[in-house]
């Protein structure tokens, strides 16, 4: 895709995220590679109201190239790039499920959502959660980095997942399985729930690996 392609795309899921109710306000970012540095969607811009002529352009040092301030969390989706040098996109919300799960005390740090469909396997994968740090805070690319390396998909602690794809469409997928799949999880809280077995897991990640 050209530049201004993916300016467009990314403008467009951002709307559709926003009307889902997956960004409320200002929140949540979007970005994607391009051949001499990054696309990120500007600080305290709508999802739903992106212009693309305006979606910032960054070096792959972070430095501004173009368009408006990038989001302050742009230095969280380079970290994350340069661990998953086949990620080309990434997606970070504060959709409402997700970062509901993400302030539960008694979840598992090494793997948040338990296995309860085949796509949340297939597409979201082992989902760690990255401790707690104030937005902004540099100190969070070090903690995304270090689980990135084998996860590409994250959920911040008290603030939401970050999820990396292979292109857009995959990334933006994954994050929205990931939000259905924490609402079904908090919904069946409490109920007896028929979960994978460890074999159908084991069988889903080696016919569709991540």
Same mark, same amino acid.
């Given at each position: 895709?050209? *530049? ?14 926003? *009307? ?42 972070? *430095? #501004? ?11 969280? &989706? !380079? ?14 919300? &504060? ?33 760690? #959660? ?21 996860? &590409? ?42 979960? !994978?077995?460890? *074999? ?11």
């Amino acid at each position: 895709m050209t *530049e201004s392609t993916l300016r467009e795309q990314i403008a467009l899921h951002g709307k559709l995220l926003f *009307e889902r109710g997956y960004g409320a306000g200002a929140s949540g970012n979007i970005s994607h590679l391009v051949e001499d540095g990054l696309l990120v969607t500007p600080t305290n811009s709508c999802m739903g109201r992106l212009d693309p002529a305006r979606i910032s352009k960054l070096s792959p040092a972070g *430095e #501004l190239l173009a368009g408006d301030k990038p989001s302050k969390e742009a230095f969280l &989706h !380079l970290a994350m790039y340069r661990e998953r040098p086949n990620a080309k996109a990434i997606v970070h919300l &504060h959709s409402t499920y997700s970062v509901a799960l993400s302030c539960i005390k008694d979840i598992d740090p090494t793997d948040v959502l338990p296995p309860i469909t085949a796509y949340a396997v297939m597409r979201v994968g082992k989902l760690p #959660l990255v401790p707690y740090f104030r937005p902004g805070d540099m100190a969070l690319a070090g903690a995304v980095a270090q689980l990135a390396k084998a996860h &590409h998909a994250v959920l911040l602690a008290n603030h939401g997942p970050v999820v990396a794809g292979k292109d857009l469409d995959s990334a933006v997928y994954a994050a929205e399985e990931l939000e259905e799949t924490a609402k079904l999880h908090l919904l069946l809280r409490g109920c007896d729930v028929r979960l !994978l077995t460890a *074999e159908q897991v084991t069988e889903l990640r080696e016919t569709f690996p991540s």
